[in-house]
């Protein structure tokens, strides 16, 4: 992939000898390497430079790793850092991964795994560059198909599209409801965008948190609080500054924080696990849920008052089935959406095949269409077969043999992965970059596949 010279990679470090060699290496890489051992000044460039990645020391005196990755989201929540690591800071660096960082290396950098860590960056920021521009030029159309990000004309979306506008002029907790697939997450960031633009929108499935964890998360945590807590660690509350948090799956929340969550929102203020330090909520607050809320309440699994606060402001986000007169104009989209990520050429659906897709009551609704859509074009002339149809007309069809190909293929990642652990003695700082994944996939894979490191340490082969 060419690399543009008008979006250099940004370079940050204190010390000047590791900061003149990583510019080297970047040079040879092709890249154009901007050079600051002042995070303060590197900031300042930042706001007015568009940059394909950021690579910082995560210790440094003027400012540590977190307080500058904290503060590079808050300039652009899109842009990948990846953080250089002493021993020491292992731990540092794996609290950094979970509020965003890209990547983190171990030092010394090796060169071969910086490029690609840096190479695997760079084609995500291109990507979101892209979508970006994409959406810029849909925003320009005027089509009433297209809404910042949205896409549809069916009345149930214009009255939508006129709701999110009425909405965003408010202040008030929004609550949205909507069947899985519909595109919360979407209507979520709409009202951001319009509501508090260049602030962060920080999102977060309570669903997908550990409970022992969440208020950890949401809240942070000060060091020393339990055990593991070795420093300061700010939560998606704070992160979220000015800005919205988009909590997704509401009804997932445990009752014990459902009641401290309420407590925030009435006093507009929140302390950090271990603090007594009462910090203010400046954020606005977007939830989302799939379930009946109402229903929950009565059954006792959801607080009535937290209810009554979260929905300020009522969104109801109609399902796919509801506005089928949609779903040309959905694949459509997807289509083109494909061949511009994997760069072919893919012929329009046939009229016989739209049909058969409007068929179906789509269940997973958007999602569950755009997921078909790509599946339909990675086949290619497969889909004049009929056996998309089954798949499209029933979801459950080819279930068993679904399920053989997941198990085949789980196997065969995971004696790969295993293979290529061996032949690096166990060390991830290795492995991770001849597999191509961030060191954090590969050790989402390690628990994935309950594989034990220390087994492999002293097998490499010959």
Known sequence: MAVSSTQPVLVIDDDQYLLSAIGQTLKLGLYQPVLFSNPLAALEELRSTSYLSVIADIRMPVMDGMELLEKLQAIDPD????LITGHGDITLAV???????YDFLEKPVDDEILLASLKRAVEKRTLILENRHLQEQIARQDNQSFYRGMVGCHPLMNRLYEVVEKVAREDDPVLLFGETGTGKELVANAIHEISRPGQPFVAVNMAAMAADIIESELFGHEKGAFTGAISDTVGRFEHAGEGTLFLDEICSLPPTLQAKLLRVLEE?????V????????KARIISATNRNLPEEIERGNFRQDLFYRLNGLQIDIPPLRNRKEDIPLLVEFFRQEYCRDRERDIPPFSPAQLEEIVKNDWPGNIRELRNTVRRLCVFGEERETGADKRDTADPTAGEGRQSSLKVYLESAEKEYILKILADCNGKVGRAH?????????LYDKINKYMIDLELLKGKSRP
């Open 95 to 101: 609290q950094a991964i979970k509020v965003g960082a």
């Open 79 to 82: 842009l990948p850092v990846i």
């Open 268 to 272: 507009r203020g929140f302390t950090r």
């Open 274 to 281: 271990g603090s007594n330090v009462n910090r203010q909520l």
């Open 433 to 441: 970059g001849v597999l191509g994944l961030s060191r954090k996939g």
